[in-house]
Protein backbone atom coordinates (compact mmCIF):
# COMPACT_ATOMS: atom_id res chain seq x y z
CA UNK A 1 0.00 0.00 0.00
CA UNK A 2 1.33 3.15 -0.76
CA UNK A 3 2.54 5.96 1.82
CA UNK A 4 -0.28 8.10 3.57
CA UNK A 5 -0.14 11.63 2.45
CA UNK A 6 -0.95 13.87 5.07
CA UNK A 7 -0.01 17.50 6.35
CA UNK A 8 0.67 18.77 9.24
CA UNK A 9 -1.10 22.25 10.68
CA UNK A 10 -0.84 24.05 13.77
CA UNK A 11 -1.96 27.79 14.33
CA UNK A 12 -0.94 29.45 17.08
CA UNK A 13 -3.30 31.89 18.96
CA UNK A 14 -1.37 35.11 17.44
CA UNK A 15 -0.52 34.83 14.00
CA UNK A 16 -0.88 37.17 11.72
CA UNK A 17 -2.32 36.89 8.65
CA UNK A 18 0.64 36.67 6.74
CA UNK A 19 2.25 33.50 8.84
CA UNK A 20 -0.92 31.85 8.93
CA UNK A 21 -0.59 32.01 4.73
CA UNK A 22 3.39 30.75 4.97
CA UNK A 23 2.24 28.08 7.31
CA UNK A 24 -0.62 26.47 4.54
CA UNK A 25 1.62 26.90 2.06
CA UNK A 26 4.39 24.89 3.82
CA UNK A 27 2.27 22.33 4.90
CA UNK A 28 0.90 21.88 1.11
CA UNK A 29 4.56 21.51 0.11
CA UNK A 30 5.08 18.67 3.04
CA UNK A 31 2.10 16.76 2.17
CA UNK A 32 3.19 16.93 -1.72
CA UNK A 33 6.72 15.82 -0.81
CA UNK A 34 5.02 12.99 1.26
CA UNK A 35 3.33 11.34 -1.42
CA UNK A 36 4.80 9.46 -4.60
CA UNK A 37 5.04 10.34 -8.02
CA UNK A 38 2.28 8.15 -8.74
CA UNK A 39 -0.07 9.48 -6.21
CA UNK A 40 0.82 12.85 -6.19
CA UNK A 41 -0.52 12.40 -10.29
CA UNK A 42 -3.52 11.06 -9.10
CA UNK A 43 -4.30 13.37 -6.02
CA UNK A 44 -7.80 13.83 -5.49
CA UNK A 45 -9.62 15.47 -2.00
CA UNK A 46 -10.55 12.78 0.31
CA UNK A 47 -13.74 13.38 2.15
CA UNK A 48 -13.38 12.89 6.06
CA UNK A 49 -14.61 10.10 7.96
CA UNK A 50 -18.08 10.62 8.63
CA UNK A 51 -19.74 11.45 12.38
CA UNK A 52 -22.36 9.52 13.78
CA UNK A 53 -21.15 6.23 12.36
CA UNK A 54 -19.45 3.60 13.40
CA UNK A 55 -15.26 3.96 13.61
CA UNK A 56 -13.22 1.24 11.93
CA UNK A 57 -12.56 -1.19 13.52
CA UNK A 58 -8.63 -2.16 13.60
CA UNK A 59 -5.61 -4.12 15.62
CA UNK A 60 -2.64 -2.58 15.65
CA UNK A 61 0.85 -3.66 17.76
CA UNK A 62 1.78 -1.52 20.70
CA UNK A 63 5.84 -0.69 21.72
CA UNK A 64 5.58 -4.39 24.21
CA UNK A 65 4.78 -5.90 20.85
CA UNK A 66 1.34 -6.70 21.61
CA UNK A 67 -1.62 -6.77 19.33
CA UNK A 68 -4.34 -4.31 20.42
CA UNK A 69 -7.85 -4.06 19.02
CA UNK A 70 -10.44 -0.76 18.91
CA UNK A 71 -13.30 -3.56 19.60
CA UNK A 72 -11.32 -4.85 22.88
CA UNK A 73 -12.78 -1.23 24.16
CA UNK A 74 -16.03 -2.15 23.68
CA UNK A 75 -18.33 -0.44 26.21
CA UNK A 76 -15.84 2.76 27.22
CA UNK A 77 -15.30 5.82 25.48
CA UNK A 78 -12.34 6.10 23.67
CA UNK A 79 -9.97 8.72 21.96
CA UNK A 80 -7.58 7.99 19.06
CA UNK A 81 -5.13 10.73 18.32
CA UNK A 82 -3.00 9.83 15.08
CA UNK A 83 0.60 11.54 15.54
CA UNK A 84 3.44 11.43 14.19
CA UNK A 85 6.93 12.69 16.28
CA UNK A 86 7.72 15.43 13.99
CA UNK A 87 4.38 17.35 13.23
CA UNK A 88 4.45 20.49 15.66
CA UNK A 89 2.52 20.44 18.65
CA UNK A 90 2.16 16.79 18.73
CA UNK A 91 4.06 16.03 21.52
CA UNK A 92 2.79 17.81 23.90
CA UNK A 93 -0.74 17.47 22.60
CA UNK A 94 -0.18 13.76 23.72
CA UNK A 95 1.26 15.49 27.03
CA UNK A 96 -2.21 17.25 27.65
CA UNK A 97 -3.88 13.83 26.27
CA UNK A 98 -2.19 11.65 28.90
CA UNK A 99 -3.14 14.12 31.49
CA UNK A 100 -6.75 14.09 30.85
CA UNK A 101 -6.52 10.14 30.60
CA UNK A 102 -5.13 10.14 33.71
CA UNK A 103 -7.85 12.15 35.54
CA UNK A 104 -11.02 9.99 33.77
CA UNK A 105 -9.68 6.47 32.87
CA UNK A 106 -10.81 5.02 36.67
CA UNK A 107 -13.65 7.33 36.75
CA UNK A 108 -15.07 7.46 33.75
CA UNK A 109 -13.40 4.25 31.78
CA UNK A 110 -11.34 6.59 29.51
CA UNK A 111 -9.21 4.53 27.26
CA UNK A 112 -7.06 6.38 24.71
CA UNK A 113 -4.98 4.90 21.95
CA UNK A 114 -2.08 6.97 20.54
CA UNK A 115 -1.59 5.97 16.50
CA UNK A 116 1.78 6.65 15.34
CA UNK A 117 1.92 6.98 11.47
CA UNK A 118 4.25 5.27 10.29
CA UNK A 119 7.69 5.59 11.72
CA UNK A 120 9.89 3.61 13.14
CA UNK A 121 9.96 1.30 16.53
CA UNK A 122 12.94 3.06 17.51
CA UNK A 123 11.72 6.52 17.06
CA UNK A 124 8.33 6.09 18.57
CA UNK A 125 9.71 4.14 21.71
CA UNK A 126 12.68 6.75 22.14
CA UNK A 127 9.74 9.82 22.33
CA UNK A 128 7.19 7.91 24.22
CA UNK A 129 10.02 7.28 27.52
CA UNK A 130 11.07 10.60 27.19
CA UNK A 131 7.33 11.97 27.86
CA UNK A 132 6.60 9.48 30.50
CA UNK A 133 2.76 8.68 28.72
CA UNK A 134 0.82 6.33 30.15
CA UNK A 135 -1.48 5.28 27.75
CA UNK A 136 -1.20 2.23 24.56
CA UNK A 137 0.98 3.91 21.43
CA UNK A 138 0.35 1.88 18.65
CA UNK A 139 2.43 1.31 15.22
CA UNK A 140 0.30 1.78 12.28
CA UNK A 141 3.90 1.35 10.23
CA UNK A 142 1.95 0.84 6.82
CA UNK A 143 -0.35 3.83 7.16
CA UNK A 144 -3.74 0.99 6.46
CA UNK A 145 -4.82 2.37 10.11
CA UNK A 146 -4.84 6.14 8.86
CA UNK A 147 -6.37 5.65 5.51
CA UNK A 148 -9.12 3.99 6.64
CA UNK A 149 -9.76 7.02 9.05
CA UNK A 150 -8.84 9.57 6.59
CA UNK A 151 -6.37 11.13 7.97
CA UNK A 152 -4.89 13.94 6.52
CA UNK A 153 -4.19 16.46 9.58
CA UNK A 154 -1.67 15.23 12.25
CA UNK A 155 -2.39 15.69 15.00
CA UNK A 156 -6.18 14.73 14.64
CA UNK A 157 -8.33 12.99 17.93
CA UNK A 158 -11.59 11.16 16.96
CA UNK A 159 -13.62 11.02 20.08
CA UNK A 160 -15.45 7.25 19.90
CA UNK A 161 -18.56 6.87 22.37
CA UNK A 162 -19.00 3.70 24.34
CA UNK A 163 -20.69 2.14 21.23
CA UNK A 164 -18.13 2.55 18.73
CA UNK A 165 -19.69 5.52 17.03
CA UNK A 166 -17.12 8.25 15.84
CA UNK A 167 -19.12 11.82 17.57
CA UNK A 168 -16.55 14.12 17.22
CA UNK A 169 -12.90 15.10 15.99
CA UNK A 170 -10.42 17.16 16.59
CA UNK A 171 -7.84 18.46 14.04
CA UNK A 172 -4.38 20.68 14.48
CA UNK A 173 -3.45 22.24 18.24
CA UNK A 174 -4.42 20.42 20.55
CA UNK A 175 -5.20 22.30 23.69
CA UNK A 176 -6.90 21.07 27.37
CA UNK A 177 -9.66 23.15 27.06
CA UNK A 178 -10.99 22.45 24.05
CA UNK A 179 -10.06 18.42 24.76
CA UNK A 180 -11.81 18.65 27.90
CA UNK A 181 -15.29 20.43 26.79
CA UNK A 182 -15.57 17.75 23.68
CA UNK A 183 -14.90 15.31 25.61
CA UNK A 184 -17.85 15.49 28.29
CA UNK A 185 -20.08 14.10 25.20
CA UNK A 186 -18.27 10.87 25.20
CA UNK A 187 -17.97 10.45 29.29
CA UNK A 188 -20.51 8.82 31.71
CA UNK A 189 -22.85 11.75 33.11
CA UNK A 190 -21.66 10.03 36.49
CA UNK A 191 -18.58 8.69 37.79
CA UNK A 192 -18.31 4.96 38.03
CA UNK A 193 -18.78 3.12 41.36
CA UNK A 194 -16.00 1.98 43.03
CA UNK A 195 -14.70 -1.41 41.43
CA UNK A 196 -16.83 -0.69 38.43
CA UNK A 197 -15.23 -4.08 36.05
CA UNK A 198 -14.40 -2.68 32.84
CA UNK A 199 -13.95 -4.71 30.33
CA UNK A 200 -10.78 -6.83 30.02
CA UNK A 201 -8.07 -5.44 28.02
CA UNK A 202 -6.05 -5.48 25.98
CA UNK A 203 -7.12 -8.35 23.53
CA UNK A 204 -5.07 -10.16 21.03
CA UNK A 205 -6.10 -9.67 17.64
CA UNK A 206 -4.63 -11.51 14.43
CA UNK A 207 -5.92 -9.62 11.78
CA UNK A 208 -7.11 -6.01 10.42
CA UNK A 209 -10.87 -5.60 10.46
CA UNK A 210 -13.43 -3.17 9.62
CA UNK A 211 -16.95 -2.70 10.73
CA UNK A 212 -18.55 -1.18 7.91
CA UNK A 213 -17.32 -0.32 3.82
CA UNK A 214 -16.51 3.27 3.70
Known sequence: M???GFVVIRVGR???LGAIIAAILAAGLLWYGLLGPAARSSLVPVAALPLDG?????ALTDLSGQQLALSAYKGRPVLVVFWTSW???????LSTLDRLYREYRETHGLALLAVNIMETRATVETLARQRGWTFPVLLDTDGTVSEAYRIRIA??????DARGIVRDRLQ???QHDIIRARLQQLLPAEPLAPNTP???IPVR???LTFLQSL
Open 2 to 4: GRV
Open 14 to 16: ILR
Open 54 to 58: PAPDF
Open 87 to 93: CPGCSDG
Open 155 to 160: PTVMFI
Open 172 to 174: GEL
Open 198 to 200: LPD
Open 205 to 207: ATR
